[in-house]
């Protein structure tokens, strides 16, 4: 492969061949980590309770991308295996990564920015309404 194909459209836009041998496996083994690390999520986000409500909600928006982002990469995988026309073009994989990146980003921009200002609201709410009557 050379690497000035990458800046053409009939290397995006057309039928690729199928894939053989590692290269095969690479990528299917890889889209079956993530679908399988994101069920280890979701496993670790239901049946620990002793984390907190934050850090479960994390584990579910990771465990929801993992999930689906490695499955929509091993439906892709089986279009081109099995050379469907439009569905298996490398553009396809392109739209994948940005999709995969820019949920990831989310995620990681709601557990480090969004989760600790959360977390101080919410410590200031319980201390003023230790202070508020309650009703009965």
């Known amino acids: 492969m050379k690497i ?4 053409k459209t009939s290397y995006w836009f057309y039928q690729p061949f199928i894939a053989v041998g590692g290269i095969k496996w690479f990528w299917i083994v890889g ?13 670790v986000r239901i049946y620990n309770k002793k984390i907190d409500q934050g850090t479960q909600e994390v584990l579910r928006r990771a465990g929801n991308m993992l999930i689906i982002t490695g499955l929509l990469g091993l439906l892709w995988m089986f279009f081109r295996q ?4 439009f569905l298996a073009w490398r553009f396809w994989l392109v739209l994948w990564v940005a999709l995969f990146v820019w949920w990831g980003y989310k995620v990681i921009f709601y557990a480090i920015r969004r989760l600790p200002m959360i977390n101080t609201e919410q410590a200031k709410k319980q201390s003023i309404e230790k202070y508020l009557p309650k009703s009965k």
Not at 4 to 7: D, P, V
């Open 4 to 7: 000035q194909n990458i800046l």
């Open 31 to 43: 889209f079956l980590v993530l679908v399988l690390t994101g069920l280890v999520a979701k496993i």
């Open 82 to 85: 099995q050379s469907v026309a």
